[in-house]
């Protein structure tokens, strides 16, 4: 299953064990109803600030709505393999600086992860700066230039435990937490 049908799968998920109508999740998220109906048939890419705002509007946090439905043995192997960077904190919009230091410690130009990652540099020096608007699809670009899923690429500035955290907090509201912690 790609990364944008997972997520709009758990988009649609957390909606309605909250009983909330696409008009209504779509309304609290800021969007168009057509444009919530796309994100949840995987059928739309869309920016790091739309999947923030459907996020917030289902009370979760954005880096974990593509791992609801993954075992926690897979989540915890891959973000284990991640660089740390400890004694940061941030929201999800952290992945910025995130690529920006992994950058900077791996002692990678922006011209050659702008290459390897198949986005212009100075698209990715925006990115870095927080100055885009990013999409999901791109950051994964950006994650895969890095040797990195996008999970790993979020978890880099988060312990283990905040992660597994949210993630079960995200688990609750979809009303699935144990139906995946071993699978």
Not at 1 to 11: C, D
């Amino acid at each position: 299953m790609s990364l944008l049908s997972e997520i709009g799968k758990n988009v649609t998920l957390l909606r309605v064990k909250q009983h909330l109508t696409q008009e209504k999740a779509a309304f609290l998220a800021g969007i168009s109803v057509s444009r919530l109906q796309e994100i949840e048939h995987g059928c739309q890419n869309m920016t790091l600030v739309t999947l923030n705002s459907i996020a917030d509007a289902l009370g979760v946090d954005s880096r974990v709505l593509r791992e609801l439905q993954r075992p926690d043995y897979v989540i915890l192997s891959e973000i284990r393999r991640a660089p740390y960077l400890p004694g940061r904190t941030g929201g999800a919009l952290q992945i910025y600086e995130n690529i920006l230091l992994l950058r900077k410690s791996l002692n990678i130009t922006q011209k050659q992860l702008a290459s390897i990652s198949g986005i212009s540099a100075a698209r990715l020096r925006d990115i870095e700066h927080g100055c885009a608007n990013v999409t999901v699809t791109k950051l994964n670009c950006i994650a895969n230039a890095f040797g990195l899923s996008l999970l790993e690429l979020n978890a880099i500035a988060m312990s283990e435990e905040e992660l597994m955290k949210l993630i079960r907090d995200a688990r609750n509201k979809a009303g699935i937490a144990d139906a995946v912690k071993s699978r």
